[in-house]
């Protein structure tokens, strides 16, 4: 292969791939960054909505796009319910952070079983997939999937919304807020609340557009939602757990070092090579790439 | 974290059971074990291969009044518990059917790592074990260890030897060159097949252009096909899981690898890949595959009808016709008699769907390793000992 093509193949593949990954972890990251909550059970959210998807294109033959008008507000509605029924009193009762971190973390874990059984039982354990967009788009002479395209413009679409909402309307503000230190947002008056409640329904909300998205190029099982839960922990740690900017980065970061040691050194080793750098981070900066020291 | 297991016992027999008059001659039901992973990476396979097999045949059973047996009639209740894809659950499952449950017999575990997991308990408590979802080369020393461990699926190497052969025709043929790309995912099946493959690919006179693995689980595969595709192939094989075999197969049809003979293991014989490429699965080479008859076109519909599973074209007919075998040797003991059943098995010859079953070595004799997407079936194009293979065709595309 010709250097330059090698790069190039590098850069978009490894862009598409990040885009990938920011629909994985944005919402997670809202979870964790604004509401506090340490959710293992966003993978199964992101795989519902999948299931969704694909139960509403091979229904209607209507483009998965159209689903997001359903699943979208679903989802929404759904991690509300989960947070102000189920993790509410978690937080109530929480003398500190770290109480909450292990509570959380353990009764999400079991909620992960429930959504597991749930999807089990409506769906059943079978592969499911479906064809959408699957054909090549050219750029540059080089083939890449159309519906992985799509996938990376809706991402990069939900990126920049999330980016502009928190950053210049007064509803982000709260939400950086409470991010940054709750019971301080606490004093001048934000309902730290309704704010944790809102963030933790937006990244499901999030999270499930991503499941909707990712569905129109991956196989999914009842069981594959660990999977995405994990990597959204790694990338959303690796970015610096207060801030949407680091997850973002930390995505593209991941998905070019990945495509990088795939088309360079071997594709055997984009899993070393993923937690080779989630180590380095780890080890150069604690805190993540956004993170602030405490 | 808790224990979670799921216990199912069949509605039909709460039913019957249930009602005040019970006919004369209508003993317990039989319990049969039943495990494998209901969750866990291995459960997407496990529920189109391994669970709706026995929910069909208990069903079978119980609509026609159960087993004929020596002390009357008796019909049949499943008790399924979830390994949750780990070795260790799947032991603590199979001891749990043995001593606490006192099941009358246990189906084996689905997966060979599982299988040889569990095969210590097995003998320890007498039962059959009449492995299906399980290939592995050592066979032979297992059955010599375990009287009571049968294998009907076949050893990796057949699965390999197979396919390679299939290819060395077509380059024998002059219908393709002797360029052949092969990749594998780095998991155990993966793996065995790979290091089986190499070799056999040289003494076929292959050149083997590209050759690479990828993690379990990697869905993101355009670097694997697009350096497959640089490397300019005739043929293209991949040692592939479920999902990886998706993703390969959509990323192939993206850049447009057209190799005239495209291949990949586990799942190419799933109705959910058929389901998924429509016209482009044609011709598409992949693990298992089968003859068209009435009878499994039957199958396949009842098996839909019982389970709403859609059935794959390489495990479900195999299992379902092992449970003929499994039956008629218990209705031959004419009890649950344990190593009574074990002996029948070893004492003859079997009618079943796919055909005589014969597992005298504790290993079946024949079986289908390679098969091809032509039109709405998975046809067996070669195997071990079969006849009535259908000829390979070439891809011409991915349209």
Redesign the interface.
């Known amino acids: 292969m010709q250097p330059g093509a090698a790069v190039m193949d590098i850069l978009i593949i490894g862009l598409l791939l990040g885009g990938t990954y920011a629909l994985m972890a944005m919402g997670l990251q809202l979870q964790y960054g604004v509401a506090r909550i340490m959710n293992l059970a966003n993978g199964e959210i992101l795989v519902a909505a999948a299931f969704g998807t694909f139960w509403f294109f091979t229904a209607t033959k209507v483009s998965p796009f159209v689903s997001l008008i359903g699943i979208v507000p679903l989802a929404f509605a759904l991690n509300w319910a989960v947070y102000r029924v189920l993790i509410l009193p978690l937080v109530r009762r929480a003398k500190n952070q770290g109480q909450l971190d292990v509570d959380s973390i353990l009764a999400t874990f079991g909620i992960s079983f429930i959504f597991i059984g749930i999807l089990l039982h409506v769906f059943g354990g079978d592969y499911l997939s479906y064809s959408y967009l699957a054909r090549p788009y050219v750029i540059f002479g080089e083939n890449y999937g159309l519906n992985r395209i799509a996938a990376f413009l809706g991402s990069a679409a939900i990126c920049i919304g999330l980016y502009v909402w928190l950053h210049r309307t007064r509803a982000g503000l709260t939400l950086r807020a409470v991010a940054v230190n709750p019971s301080a947002a606490g004093l001048v008056s934000i309902d730290v609340e309704r704010v944790s409640a809102l963030a933790f329904a937006l990244g499901g909300a999030v999270t499930a557009a991503g499941g909707t998205l990712l569905s129109m190029f991956l196989t999914f099982d009842a069981s594959l939602g660990v999977l995405f839960t994990l990597k959204a922990l790694v990338i959303v740690i690796m970015g610096g757990v207060s801030e949407i900017r680091g997850a973002i980065i930390a995505s593209f970061i991941l998905g070019l070092a990945e495509t990088a040691v795939a088309i360079l050194v071997d594709p055997g080793l984009t899993l070393a090579a993923a937690y080779v750098l989630f180590l380095a981070i780890l080890l150069l900066r604690p805190e993540g790439l956004f993170g602030r020291r405490v | 974290?808790d224990r979670?297991t799921f216990v199912k016992g069949t509605a039909v027999i709460a039913g019957v059971s249930s009602l005040p008059r019970v006919s004369f001659g209508q003993a317990a039901p039989a319990k049969i074990g039943v495990v494998g992973p209901?969750?866990?990476?291995l459960?997407?396979?496990?529920?189109?291969t391994h669970f709706p097999n026995f929910k069909l045949w208990a069903k079978e059973i119980n609509d026609r009044g159960g087993l004929k047996l020596k002390g009357g009639q008796r019909k049949i209740e499943l008790i399924e518990y979830d390994d949750r894809?780990q070795p260790g659950e799947c032991i603590k499952a199979v001891e749990r059917l043995a001593t606490v449950d006192k099941a009358d017999f246990i189906m084996a575990p689905y997966a060979t790592g599982f299988n040889l997991a569990a095969a210590p308990i097995f003998d320890k408590y007498k039962y059959p074990q009449v492995a299906q979802a399980a290939v592995t080369d050592k066979m032979d020393e297992l059955t010599k260890k375990y009287s009571g461990l049968f294998f009907v699926q076949g050893s990796t190497s057949a699965y390999a030897t197979t396919a390679i052969n299939v290819l060395k025709k077509l380059k024998d043929e002059g219908k393709i060159g002797n360029k052949v790309a092969v990749?594998n995912v780095?998991d155990t099946f993966g793996i065995e097949l790979a290091n089986a493959g190499r070799p056999l690919f040289k003494t076929a006179g292959f050149d083997i252009v590209y050759d690479?693995?990828?993690?379990l689980?990697?869905?993101?595969?355009?670097?694997?096909i697009?350096?497959a595709k640089?490397a300019n192939p005739d043929a293209f094989v991949a040692w592939s899981y479920?999902?990886d075999t998706?993703?390969l197969a959509?990323?192939a049809?993206?850049?447009?690898l057209n190799v005239k003979a495209y291949y990949s293991a586990v799942?190419t014989a799933?109705p959910?890949f058929k389901?998924?490429?429509?016209a482009a699965a044609e011709n598409v080479l992949g693990a298992g595959g089968v003859k068209d008859t009435p009878e499994l076109r039957k199958f396949y519909k009842d098996l839909k009808d019982a389970t709403?599973?859609d059935g794959d074209y390489w495990g479900n007919p195999v299992y379902y016709s092992m449970l003929q075998m499994i039956e008629q040797a218990i209705v031959d003991v004419g009890s649950f008699d344990l190593p009574a059943i074990t002996k029948q098995l070893k004492a003859k010859t079997y009618k079943t769907l796919i055909g005589d079953m014969d597992v005298r070595t504790q290993k079946l004799t024949w079986l289908w390793t390679v098969g091809q997407w032509q039109g709405d079936l998975f046809h067996g194009v070669a195997g071990v000992g079969v006849s009535g293979a259908k000829p390979v065709q070439l891809k011409t595309g991915w349209a």
């Open positions: 974290m979670r209901k969750t866990g990476p459960a997407g396979g496990a529920a189109v894809t990749v780095a690479t693995s990828y993690p689980g990697t869905q993101d595969l355009a670097p694997v697009k350096a640089a479920p999902p998706f993703g959509e990323q049809k993206i850049e447009g799942a799933f959910a389901a998924k490429f429509g709403n599973v």
